[in-house]
């Protein structure tokens, strides 16, 4: 039994007690043995961790919230600012190109390969902007945004991604919305680099308030056992809890793997706040 008693220096602490009878032939209890001991500090560090545990799982949500808003503006600033400059260079040589009095010749030539250079260049700069966060997920959303991952994915691992999407429109909250196609992206990754798959298939529907998206890989699997240490999966679970939802693997060697993450829809993520007492932010 744990109970808080009244120790010698008048305070109260946390006691364990374990009592053991003495009974007599009729069965009756004479005495009682038994041990008392003090946990007051132990119980102290469970609630210390404890804090810091919640703590340590805001400080990565915040991280992670962070870093996607740092790509998202990358991503724009990218996009607008050097954009732009590579349009307008791009228009200025094809003006000047137009105004050659002759149209062969070194540098009408020189030219030429100027205009496609810079085109090069911003189709360079708009691969590095997707890959920084993909427009799609904030224009069309995430069904939208799935699908074109799956078939960047396809073209570029010659693996096969079927995809299964909800028909209506999802409006998911944009954090949400994010992290489900993080954890999206980290499973065809780790398709690519450890399954050697031939084909993936995906689904994302919405099950009883649920928002799910189910990544089967019919790749070699593994044992989950044998895993430690790996920030991936761990990265992928994070996400889903702080969407207040779970992340399940199943895989065992030989018949592939199944990433399953469920979230509730329109429900709040639990602050931390509910758990330690922390009044940061
Ligand atoms: N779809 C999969 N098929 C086969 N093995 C997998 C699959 N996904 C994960 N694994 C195994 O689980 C391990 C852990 O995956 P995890 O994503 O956590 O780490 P990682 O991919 O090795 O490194 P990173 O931290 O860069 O993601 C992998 O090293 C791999 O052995
Ligand atoms: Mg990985």
């Not at 009682?32 to 102290?44: A, V, Y």
């Not at 429109?169 to 949400?176: F, H, I, K, N």
């Not at 099950?207 to 990265?235: C, H, T």
């Not at 779970?246 to 329109?266: A, E, F, K, N």
Request: charged fraction near 25%.
């Amino acid at each position: 039994v744990e109970s808080r008693l009244r120790a010698a220096d008048g305070n109260y602490r946390w006691f364990l007690m374990l009592g053991e009878p003495l009974r007599n032939a009729q069965g009756s209890v004479v005495r009682w043995f038994g041990t008392c001991t003090d946990i007051e500090d132990l119980k102290q560090a469970e609630e210390a961790l404890k804090i810091q545990e919640a703590q340590l799982r805001a400080l990565t949500t915040r991280l992670q919230q962070v870093r996607e808003e740092e790509r998202a503006m990358v991503a724009r600033d990218l996009h607008d600012q050097i954009g732009q400059i590579l349009t307008a260079i791009k228009m200025d040589m094809t003006w000047l190109a137009r105004r050659l009095p002759e149209k062969k010749g070194e540098a009408h030539d020189r030219i030429k390969k100027a205009i496609e250079l810079i085109s090069d260049g911003a189709r360079s700069m708009r691969k590095i902007c997707s890959g920084l966060r993909p427009g799609i997920l904030d224009d069309l959303g995430l069904a939208a945004a799935i699908e074109w991952q799956a078939g960047e994915f396809a073209s570029r691992t010659g693996v096969s991604c079927q995809v299964s999407l909800p028909q209506d429109d999802l409006r998911l909250d944009g954090d949400l919305a994010t992290a489900i196609f993080r954890i999206f992206q980290e499973s065809l990754t780790n398709v690519a680099r450890h399954a050697e798959a031939q084909a993936v298939r995906a689904s994302l529907y919405t099950q009883n308030g649920n928002l799910l998206l189910v990544v089967v890989d019919d790749g070699k699997g593994f044992r989950e056992a044998e895993i430690s240490g790996s920030l991936g999966l761990l990265g992928m679970k994070e996400r889903a809890q702080a969407c207040g939802g779970d992340l399940q693997i199943s895989s065992s060697p030989g018949d592939g793997t199944t990433v399953t993450v469920r979230v509730p829809l329109h429900s709040h993520a639990p602050s931390v706040n509910d758990h330690a007492h922390s009044n940061s932010r």
